[in-house]
């Protein structure tokens, strides 16, 4: 269910995805993956108080979770939260593919924004 829902995120049908990752995670509280998704479609949608909170849980469970201390980053910027954000990045700095993950993140937004206009 996890990976159809990703794909309708990928193909921009939040909504739809939205309702899946809400059905896994109503199930399975502790499934992380669709939690981390979820987090990444509000983002998409500019729901970005609600990414930050399904990407701490994240990682509260999985410290070591290198995409989501990139989403979460990309959250508290576009909250313009600059000091939050300097303290995630530090964090982020310790766990393995955490620094690469946010820059391919920022680098995959700035071209989708480019292309959205």
């Given at each position: 269910?996890?990976?159809?829902?990703?794909?309708?995120?990928?193909?921009g049908r939040l909504a739809e995805a939205e309702a899946i990752y809400r059905q896994v995670l109503q199930?399975?509280?502790?499934?992380?993956?669709?939690?981390?998704?979820?987090?990444?479609?509000?983002?998409?949608?500019?729901?970005?108080?609600?990414?930050?909170?399904?990407?701490?849980?994240?990682?509260?469970?999985r410290p070591d979770a290198a995409e989501a201390w990139s989403h979460l980053a990309l959250a508290l910027?576009?909250?313009?939260?600059?000091?939050?954000?300097?303290?995630?990045?530090?964090?982020?700095?310790?766990?393995?593919?955490?620094?690469?993950?946010?820059?391919?993140?920022?680098?995959?937004?700035?071209?989708?924004?480019?292309?959205?206009?």
């Amino acid at each position: 269910m996890v990976g159809r829902a990703t794909e309708l995120l990928q193909h921009g049908r939040l909504a739809e995805a939205e309702a899946i990752y809400r059905q896994v995670l109503q199930r399975r509280p502790d499934q992380l993956g669709a939690r981390h998704m979820l987090g990444v479609l509000r983002i998409r949608g500019g729901r970005y108080d609600e990414a930050c909170q399904e990407l701490r849980a994240v990682l509260d469970a999985r410290p070591d979770a290198a995409e989501a201390w990139s989403h979460l980053a990309l959250a508290l910027h576009a909250l313009n939260l600059h000091l939050q954000n300097c303290a995630v990045i530090a964090e982020a700095h310790r766990v393995p593919g955490a620094i690469w993950s946010l820059g391919k993140t920022l680098i995959e937004n700035a071209a989708r924004s480019r292309a959205a206009g």
